[in-house]
């Protein structure tokens, strides 16, 4: 493959591939994944009180793999599921999370955790699966994505200077036409790694909703102590934790309330 000077949108071509054992959308698919995408996501609600039975772990494993299947910028994955069993830990856990009725009550809690530390490690591990096998080694575009562009942009250091050399760069650039603006500061790696760790949670809420279990997601927590609860280095970030069980009546606080659609969906 060419070297070109746009790797981003040669990457869509690279990533084309005919795999038989991957569901591919046809006519059937609105009329069989539709109704029950649609139930599964009407019965989503964050649920306050559950009945305390745990979920069997067959079902919360295929959860937590579909959790998985949610999309991540440069496909890095930059986050961590963290189912937790241990009784003392769960029982700490919920204390951290407040004694909210949500996480005294789940049958299970999970952290969910932005892992913006864990950007080579993954890119690394990645790079390993995607040449495994006697595959080619990466060239053109996607050697240049992974081993120059990816780097380029999530490289920091402790003064951040990283930070302020691309914030030059960027402004060098856009005076010539659009450019990725982040990031420039340690809070754009932050954001970044919690987008695609909000991603995989709300990918396993409708997981355990298909499932026929309810969920709770709750940031209402003591995030540091939790972080310390899981023995996690100071570069994780704990994004949320999500109760999971089955709800009890009374575990379900009102009706669903969204703002008007004109509020929120945008036609420009
Ligand atoms: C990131 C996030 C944090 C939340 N934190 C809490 C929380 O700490 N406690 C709680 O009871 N609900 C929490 N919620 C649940 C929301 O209050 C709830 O999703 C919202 O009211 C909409 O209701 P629905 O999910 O039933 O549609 C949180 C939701 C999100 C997405």
Known sequence: MPKTASPLSEMTEAFVYDSSDELKPDESFL?????????????????????????????????????????????????????????????????????????????????????????????????????????????????????????????????????????????FRARKGPTVRTPVSRGDHRVWANVQSSLAAQTLMLSLSAHGYDSCPMGGIDKLRIRRLLGLPRGADVSMVISAGRRRPEGLYGRRIRLDESDLIKVV
């Open 31 to 171: 009329t069989t994944a539709l109704p029950g995408f649609k139930d599964a996501l009407s019965a989503r609600r964050a649920i306050r009180i559950f009945d305390g039975e745990p979920i069997p772990e067959g079902i919360m494993r295929d959860c937590l793999r579909d959790a998985t299947l949610a999309p991540s910028a440069s496909n890095l994955q930059p986050y961590e599921l963290y189912w937790v069993r241990n009784e003392k830990k769960r029982v700490l856990l919920a204390d951290d999370c407040l004694g909210q009725p949500a996480a005294t009550t789940a049958g299970e809690l999970i952290v969910v955790v932005a892992r913006k530390d864990l950007w080579n490690t993954n890119r690394e591990k990645l790079l390993r699966i995607m040449t495994a096998d006697g595959a080619e080694p990466l060239v053109g575009p996607l050697d240049e994505y992974y081993n120059h562009i990816v780097p380029m942009l999530r490289t920091t250091d402790t003064l951040g200077v990283r930070d302020l050399m691309r914030r030059v760069v960027i402004w």
